[in-house]
């Protein structure tokens, strides 16, 4: 089936550090990718997509690429803001139907 | 910009009781979608409508129902509220297969 498994958070880090959050999938096909965000007390916003292998998505100074070979879409940030603080969730699109499937999503702390 | 709307923001509600959720799109998309948020962030599909008149059943089976008369309104109703039900629950729109969802800020509901 198609799911999506995310790192368990939270996610701690102090400002400008280095950030990753994994992200691995199951598929069939070629799903596309997502990386949304969610602040504390609003809906989720898209942050980056990908929507073929070897595709990378970039926004905001983040960066993820669809690695077909190890099904991974890792997140990534060189030097994270205290406002980057959230809950982050990888998605994929089935092939078959145009439904977002989730990850649990990943809670990143950031301090100053 | 997405203008997706949700009301109530925080519903506190007895058990037994019947309430509607309302979400609103004033984008003109075909395809709007529920989610329901778990306490964890887990967020799992319950309804979801491609047009007027269309509503099918998500992945995760829930008590609630939908209903599509207007292409811009795409309120969730429970006939009969109880404290499994309380979550948070959140509306998205999207207007092509290959555009992103556009979320609401969700309605927290706490059943007493």
């Known amino acids: 089936g198609n799911s999506v498994t995310q790192m368990e958070g939270p996610v701690t880090l102090s400002e400008e550090a280095f950030l990753t959050i994994n992200c691995t999938y199951t598929?069939?096909?070629?799903?596309?990718l997502f990386w949304y965000v969610q602040y504390p007390g609003e809906g989720l916003q898209l942050l980056l997509k990908a929507t073929k292998a070897d595709d990378k998505g970039s926004n905001k100074g983040f960066e993820a690429t669809y690695r077909k070979e190890t099904t991974s879409f890792h997140l990534e940030k060189g030097s994270v803001q205290v406002s980057d603080s959230a809950v982050y969730f990888c998605?994929?699109?089935?092939?078959?139907?145009?439904?977002?499937?989730f990850g649990t999503g990943t809670r990143l702390q950031v301090f100053p | 910009e997405a203008d997706i709307y949700q009301t109530p923001r925080y519903l506190v509600i007895g058990t037994g009781k019947k309430i509607t959720l309302e979400c609103s799109q004033t984008?003109?998309?075909?395809?709007m979608y529920w989610y329901q948020q778990d306490p964890g962030m887990e967020l799992h599909l319950i309804h979801y409508?491609?047009?007027?008149?269309?509503?099918e059943k998500g992945d995760l089976s829930s008590e609630s129902t939908v209903s599509r008369i207007r292409t811009e309104h795409f309120p969730l109703t429970l006939e009969s509220a109880r404290p499994s039900h309380t979550s948070q629950y959140l509306c998205a729109s999207r207007d092509r297969e290959d555009s992103p969802l556009h979320f609401g800020n969700g309605t927290r509901l706490t059943v007493t």
């Open positions: 998605a994929l699109r089935r092939v078959d139907t145009d439904k977002l499937i």
């Open positions: 984008m003109g998309h075909d395809k």
């Open positions: 409508s491609y047009g007027v008149n269309s509503t």
């Open positions: 598929a069939t096909g070629y799903p596309s």
